[in-house]
């Protein structure tokens, strides 16, 4: 039976119907709540559980620890109502990035190969509104005939245009119609901006930043807004991929760290064919050798969700607290499929490998 949840921080009620999430009904209502990955995994969605009982799917440690629930903290993408309800989202101690949800009709207006198996797809947005968001936010977008996907924009919110780079995913449905069929004046619908893992621009401390494959696109935005914005601390950029053919627009941000003596830039391959000169490894092995450079920074993480839950636990483990880490890691479909355990997920219970840098993943 529906269960009706009062969402205090909205000011409105939602009925969430049985095996519903309450962050799913919350989304159906038009209700910006606060999410990211939908997949327990981010934490972009934890909430406090004012009156009611949930029963909450399994979720890793990152998104919520133990003791923040039993300090009544829950995830709404993870929570069931097994009664009525009241729940309000956690307000962060810094501005929340509120734009309006707005839902835009763009055209194709530029395509083209970054990589192998990435396309930069820039957008023109169709009467005069442009996207409001915040450097590290991400859209959901529809190409024609099929499902609408998360995609990170790549642009400076000043900048009319959308950009966005998107990796072909093996038997994905909306990446493959991307890399084989889109074309050049497609009509594309936009409906923004979401995530939590933006900018801060009243941190005054170093920066890292860490991005696996098209993961560049949400850093690439947050880098150039904050040069722009004049921020002047030591930003550390570390951009994992697998080889050579996976490395893009290196030679542009090599040109902003010449062009900024505050930014360091590394390209990390995981499994080079050839000899290199670029630093080798998982990224995560080359910051735990050069951790001296990037303790007690503000971290911003993008990519593939093993190299962004290894690089998170790494930054835990390193004493970076939870809410000084920003992670955007790139969830598909399957991934939201419900997982069977609420293990954490950790270089330590690692089965497979990242397909994108090569990172172990659970
Ligand atoms: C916050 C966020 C931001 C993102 N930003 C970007 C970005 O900037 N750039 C980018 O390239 N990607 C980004 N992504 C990932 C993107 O949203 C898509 O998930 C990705 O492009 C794959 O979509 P798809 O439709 O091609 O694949 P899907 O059709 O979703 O399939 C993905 C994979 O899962 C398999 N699969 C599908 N369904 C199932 C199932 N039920 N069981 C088992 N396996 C299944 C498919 O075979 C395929 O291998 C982001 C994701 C999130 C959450
Ligand atoms: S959106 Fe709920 S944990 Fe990521």
Same mark, same amino acid.
């Given at each position: 039976?529906?269960?009706?949840?009062?969402?205090?921080?909205?000011?409105?009620?939602?009925?969430?119907?049985?095996?519903?999430?309450?962050?799913?009904?919350?989304?159906?209502?038009?209700?910006?709540? &606060?999410?990211?990955? /939908?997949? $327990?995994?981010?934490?972009?969605?934890?909430?406090?559980?004012?009156? #009611?009982?949930? =029963?909450?799917?399994?979720?890793?440690?990152?998104?919520?620890?133990?003791?923040?629930?039993?300090?009544?903290?829950?995830?709404?993408?993870?929570?069931?109502?097994?009664?009525?309800?009241?729940? @309000?989202? +956690?307000?962060?101690? =810094?501005?929340?990035?509120?734009?309006?949800?707005?839902?835009?009709?763009?055209?194709?207006?530029?395509?083209?190969?970054?990589?192998?198996?990435?396309? /930069?797809?820039? +957008?023109?947005?169709?009467?005069?509104?442009?996207?409001?968001?915040?450097?590290?936010?991400?859209?959901?977008?529809?190409?024609?005939?099929?499902?609408?996907?998360?995609?990170?924009?790549?642009?400076?919110?000043?900048?009319?245009?959308?950009?966005?780079?998107?990796?072909?995913?093996? $038997?994905?449905?909306?990446?493959?119609?991307?890399? /084989?069929? +889109?074309?050049? $004046?497609?009509?594309?619908?936009?409906?923004?901006?979401? $995530?939590?893992?933006? +900018?801060? =621009?009243?941190?005054?401390?170093?920066?890292?930043?860490?991005?696996? #494959?098209? !993961?560049?696109? &949400?850093?690439?935005?947050?880098?150039?807004?904050?040069?722009?914005?004049?921020?002047?601390?030591?930003?550390?950029?570390?951009?994992?991929?697998?080889?050579?053919?996976?490395?893009?627009?290196?030679?542009?941000?090599? =040109?902003?760290?010449?062009?900024?003596?505050?930014?360091?830039?590394?390209?990390?391959?995981?499994? &080079?064919? #050839?000899?290199?000169?670029?630093?080798? !490894?998982?990224?995560?092995?080359?910051?735990?050798?050069?951790?001296?450079?990037?303790?007690?920074?503000?971290?911003?993480?993008?990519?593939?969700?093993?190299?962004?839950?290894?690089?998170?636990?790494?930054?835990?483990?390193?004493?970076?607290?939870?809410?000084?880490?920003?992670?955007?890691?790139?969830?598909? @479909?399957?991934?939201?499929?419900?997982?069977?355990?609420?293990?954490?997920?950790? &270089?330590?219970?690692?089965?497979?490998?990242?397909?994108?840098?090569?990172?172990?993943?659970?």
């Amino acid at each position: 039976m529906p269960y009706d949840v009062q969402i205090a921080t909205a000011g409105k009620a939602v009925s969430v119907e049985n095996g519903d999430t309450i962050l799913d009904a919350a989304i159906m209502a038009g209700i910006a709540y &606060p999410h990211s990955c /939908r997949a $327990g995994r981010c934490g972009a969605c934890k909430s406090r559980l004012v009156e #009611g009982e949930v =029963e909450l799917l399994p979720h890793t440690r990152f998104s919520l620890t133990e003791e923040e629930r039993d300090a009544g903290l829950v995830l709404a993408c993870r929570a069931l109502p097994r009664s009525n309800c009241t729940i @309000s989202w +956690l307000k962060n101690d =810094e501005a929340l990035a509120t734009h309006p949800l707005q839902q835009l009709h763009c055209v194709v207006d530029e395509l083209d190969d970054l990589t192998h198996d990435i396309k /930069r797809v820039r +957008l023109r947005v169709e009467g005069d509104l442009p996207l409001a968001f915040t450097a590290g936010q991400y859209a959901q977008v529809t190409f024609p005939g099929c499902p609408p996907r998360e995609y990170s924009m790549a642009n400076r919110p000043d900048e009319s245009v959308l950009e966005f780079h998107i990796r072909h995913v093996s $038997g994905g449905a909306t990446s493959a119609h991307v890399a /084989r069929e +889109l074309a050049v $004046g497609d009509p594309v619908r936009v409906e923004g901006p979401f $995530g939590d893992s933006y +900018l801060r =621009e009243a941190h005054s401390g170093p920066i890292l930043i860490v991005a696996g #494959g098209s !993961g560049l696109a &949400p850093v690439k935005s947050i880098l150039e807004t904050a040069l722009a914005a004049g921020m002047r601390q030591p930003i550390h950029f570390y951009f994992g991929v697998r080889d050579e053919r996976d490395v893009y627009l290196a030679s542009y941000f090599q =040109e902003l760290a010449v062009n900024h003596d505050n930014l360091q830039f590394d390209v990390v391959l995981s499994a &080079p064919s #050839g000899t290199t000169e670029r630093s080798t !490894g998982l990224v995560t092995e080359v910051l735990a050798a050069q951790w001296d450079r990037v303790s007690g920074c503000r971290a911003y993480l993008a990519g593939p969700p093993p190299m962004v839950e290894a690089a998170s636990e790494l930054l835990l483990a390193h004493g970076i607290p939870a809410d000084s880490i920003h992670a955007d890691a790139f969830y598909t @479909s399957a991934d939201r499929e419900p997982t069977t355990t609420a293990e954490p997920a950790s &270089p330590d219970n690692a089965k497979s490998a990242c397909s994108c840098c090569h990172t172990a993943s659970s």
